[in-house]
Nanobody
C-alpha cells in the first residue's frame, strides 16, 4: 500500500518561505507524476505544481516564479519550496502521486496546513 506523508507546513508572515516535503513508502520511480495540490476553505482543490518522472515541471500561474517543485529520488521524497508567500496561499496542501498499472491510480497524503499572515 502506497503511503505519502507530508511535512513542513506552518504559520509564516507574508513574504516568508516554507518548504514542504512528501515522503513516499517504497520507490518513487513507480510514479508517473507527483504533485502538490491545495484547498482553501470554500474552494475546490487546485493543482499547484507537478513534476514528472523525467523531471519536467509545471506550475499554476498563481505560483510561477515563487514556488519550486523538486524530487530527490534517492530519498523517495518530493519537495515544494515556497517563497514570497502571500495570504492567498493559505490552504491545506496535499501531496499527490499518480501510478499507471492498467489505469491511472491516484494516491494522496493527509495534507499539511499552510497559513500566511498579512
Amino acid at each position: 500500500q502506497v503511503q505519502l506523508v507530508e511535512s513542513g507546513g506552518g504559520l509564516v508572515q507574508a513574504g516568508g518561505s516554507l518548504r514542504l516535503s512528501c515522503a513516499t513508502s517504497g520507490s518513487i520511480f513507480r510514479f508517473l507524476t507527483m504533485g502538490w495540490y491545495r484547498q482553501a476553505p470554500g474552494n475546490q482543490r487546485e493543482l499547484v505544481a507537478i513534476i514528472s518522472n523525467t523531471g519536467v515541471t509545471n506550475y499554476a500561474d498563481s505560483v510561477k516564479g515563487r514556488f519550486t517543485i523538486s524530487r530527490v529520488n534517492a530519498k523517495n521524497t518530493m519537495y515544494l519550496q515556497m517563497d514570497s508567500l502571500k495570504p492567498e496561499d493559505t490552504a491545506v496542501y496535499y501531496c499527490n502521486a499518480k501510478e499507471y498499472v492498467t489505469s491511472i491510480r491516484d494516491y494522496w497524503g493527509q495534507g499539511t496546513q499552510v497559513t500566511v499572515s498579512s
